[in-house]
């Protein structure tokens, strides 16, 4: 199943995608709902982030190859493989969706990047799961581009603006409960050309020794989003282009990349 | 005027403190609101947390003296006083409300300490403020204690579990709106002896001045929370014992310490 959330009729609502309609739901999947008879065409509604989460994880260093290839500004290499999984945080304010524009602000250096990334979108309450139960509050998976700025990123004593400046974080298209995250894989396209392209899987701590680790200390909530981290080079990006995520089962997240004023 | 959450006969309002007693409103104070003439004796409620924002901002080292005393554990000394206000994050899962329980995780070590600090709750969208317009945003100002176990703050890669652990963010009791955060005090109490003083206004950077240089990258909403940091020596606290936050003009933040199971 694939829920979209959107904007149709000056309302926002949950919907559930079957071919190219979606059908209106009261409520929400993070709760009850129920499917309304109401069917709009996916291409006439516009498309919101597919939720608004109460906390906004992020698994900073995920993935080695990121690790072996990341800008030499930031001053990582292999010996910063974590030997924990300690998680971070993104904000809320960077978000957007599917086909809204990424503005760089016109202080930014050239080194505005791209990084594609599965994200895990939590569906129920959870304290203390077993790595094997882990997956259980689990709603499904959608894809996030953390765009980061690497020259603030090198100079700045937190991720702040480099990762959660205004449009930083899109996230998209929807939610999908069924796609499989043991066999995806990650590509992304800039201006139609693939610049990047990795095992989504091939992660340093996978989805389940994440969740049991966090959920030892913390409690996750419905609508919380964690977001696994990238692997491989990223490039900049430029006022102009179109940059493309795409994970195996999960559709394509489509962002354009703007001037700020 | 002082802006109570909190719940009575199973429902969540938010209401104007007067005396000993608190008015329900409908509406809420970031958006409109109307008096309903409901009247209740502020201890017959359980308070909540005064708002639960949508992003939990918070200045990591702000006050020169805390870099002077800070954990050795931690390798801070006062070069690290930072040159730019770079501001941080905490998690909504860690925040309590007035007198609920900070809950000591069974394998936290001895330094689970205490840091009291003023926060700033902002009321309107905002973007792009100059640091003299900057305090327009501003609804009013409630407490936080930003309770740190030092151990995992000095081992880990980011602070999730060192800060955001379940309890170990009470923010309230209430949001002031009249309170003068150019002539504030804070003051911790453990057990009702002192253990913290320092003047609230002695920060690196300003209220304005973080506004101001945050607003030039991200957009601030209504219900937003920016805790300022701490100044001064921080101890270790224990199961049975009681740490209370008072800040000029803010009332008493107070919460008792237990162990986790």
Redesign the interface.
Known sequence: MRWVRYEAAEKVSYGILEGDEVEEVSGSPFDTYTRTGVRRPLDSVKLLIPV?P??FYAA?LNYVDHLKVADPGLGLSVGDV?T?P????R????LIAHGEPIVV?KDATEKVQYEGELVVVIGKRA?NLSKEDALSCVLGYTMGNDVSERTWQAS???M??SK???TFKPMGPWIDTEADPTKMRTEVRLNGKRVSEFDTTNMVFGIATYISA?T??????PGDVIWMGTDGATDNMKPGDVVEIEITGLGVLRNPVVAGE
């Open positions: 608004v109460p906390t900073g974590p924990r300690n998680i971070g945080y904000a809320n304010n960077a602000p304290k700045d004593g937190t702040w603006r959660n400046t205004d966090m030892r200390y913390l409690t996750l909530y």
